[in-house]
């Protein structure tokens, strides 16, 4: 007589080393999330680039590493959280849906720039920042900008004419693209969503600052490392910086 096999059942032992193998697994990911929740949110975090404004430095669409451990100094461009009526349409990124939003906070996609821009800081607390010498070169605390290694070309440094005096805590932005930018220069008469002094808002807090970008990592056909300029290294020392911005829409003695 044929003896019918009978079926092998799984020990208890096996099953407990499936679980015990599971819950490592999910601890295992629930701490590379925080690891790098944690490193987006102190160390750095990838954007995208959303528009023209920052050409030919940096193209739509560019990946871009942004830092968070360094002060910044004149000559850097930063990322930084709307001042208050800055962005347009085209100048802010599109906003992700709550999934996507998920992956970009456990920072595993790249910041949509939704709700950020990016410019060339110029302007540093007490600078004094004027356009233009009889040269037509953008002044910082006297001393010209020669800003040819970066400006778009066939751009000029501005084409309005301005002097002012940055504010204690606040900076003074540019695009590269001086034709396309929404920058410190076209809120110079703007008023604060929250009210204040007429230019206010021509100022970033220093607090809305999220970092300095350091890289371009994508496409890889645009890799570049993104340095201060050398004009910026010899920029005489600003006053104290003065509590409310000084601000004159004239040009300066030439």
């Known amino acids: ?35 790098s929740s944690i490193l987006r ?11 023209e404004s920052m050409q030919n430095t940096l193209l739509v669409g560019d ?8 002060d910044v100094e004149r000559g850097d461009v930063v990322v930084f959280e709307d001042p208050g009526g800055w962005l347009g349409a085209d100048e802010s990124g599109q906003k992700r ?20 821009l990016i410019k060339r800081l110029i302007g540093m607390p007490g ?14 605390n006297g001393q010209p900008l020669d800003e040819t290694s970066y ?20 900076v003074f932005v540019m695009g590269d693209h001086r034709s396309e930018s929404g920058d410190s220069r076209v809120h110079l008469s703007d008023t604060p969503p929250d009210g204040g002094t007429p ?9 809305k600052i999220t970092g300095r970008a350091i890289l371009v990592v994508w496409p890889a056909s645009n890799f570049a490392k993104l340095s201060v300029p050398d004009t910026f290294k ?5 006053g104290p910086p003065p509590a409310k911005p000084s601000i004159s829409l004239t040009p300066p003695p030439k």
Do not use: W
């Open 1 to 35: 007589m044929t003896e019918t096999p009978t079926a092998t059942k799984e020990t208890p032992s096996h099953r407990s080393g499936l679980a015990a193998a599971a819950r490592e697994f999910v601890l295992i990911v629930v701490g590379a999330l925080i690891v």
């Open 41 to 51: 949110a102190f160390v750095g975090q990838m954007f995208i680039i959303p528009s």
């Open 63 to 70: 990946r871009v590493v942004v830092e968070k451990l360094t």
């Open 97 to 116: 849906g709550s999934v996507g939003r998920f992956f970009e906070v456990v920072g595993l996609l790249p910041d949509s720039s939704h709700g950020h």
């Open 127 to 140: 600078d004094k920042v004027a356009c233009c010498d009889a040269k037509g070169r953008l002044l910082v």
């Open 151 to 170: 400006l778009y070309p066939g751009d000029p440094p501005s084409a309005m004419e301005f002097q002012v005096t940055v504010p204690a805590g606040r």
């Open 199 to 207: 230019g206010d808002a021509a100022f970033v807090p220093m607090d």
């Open 234 to 238: 010899n920029i005489p020392a600003p």
